[in-house]
């Protein structure tokens, strides 16, 4: 039986998380998992993600994010549910 369970959630990492191409490596991971939602930098030098999509792929986005690509260096990560939003893809936002 298929899983169609969906869930949302909403990730925040700190450390060494911008300038290491985490984005765009977000966004690879987020397309080939199948998972929708964004992507972005923020001023105080961390990474927040949202991700949505089938339960099983966004539990597997998450644990990838908790390490993210090899140049980053995660110190900080926290994981909360979120409101879905219904999006039809993943982008990064340049905010």
Not at 17 to 25: D, E, L, N, P, Y
Not at 59 to 68: A, L, M, Q, R, T
Not at 69 to 87: H, M, R, S, Y
Request: a negative charge; glycine letters at 8%; aromatic letters at 10%.
């Amino acid at each position: 039986m298929v899983q169609t369970v969906m869930s949302s959630k909403l990730i925040k990492i700190m450390g060494k998380v911008q300038g290491v191409f985490f984005r765009a490596h977000a966004q690879e991971k987020a397309n080939e998992l199948g998972v929708n939602g964004w992507v972005k930098n923020c001023s105080d030098g961390s990474v927040e993600i949202h991700v949505e999509g089938l339960d099983f792929a966004v539990k597997e986005f998450v644990e990838w994010s908790e390490h993210g690509p090899e140049t980053a260096v995660v110190e900080f990560f926290e994981v909360e549910d979120a409101q879905e939003e219904n999006l039809s893809m993943f982008e990064i936002k340049y905010d």
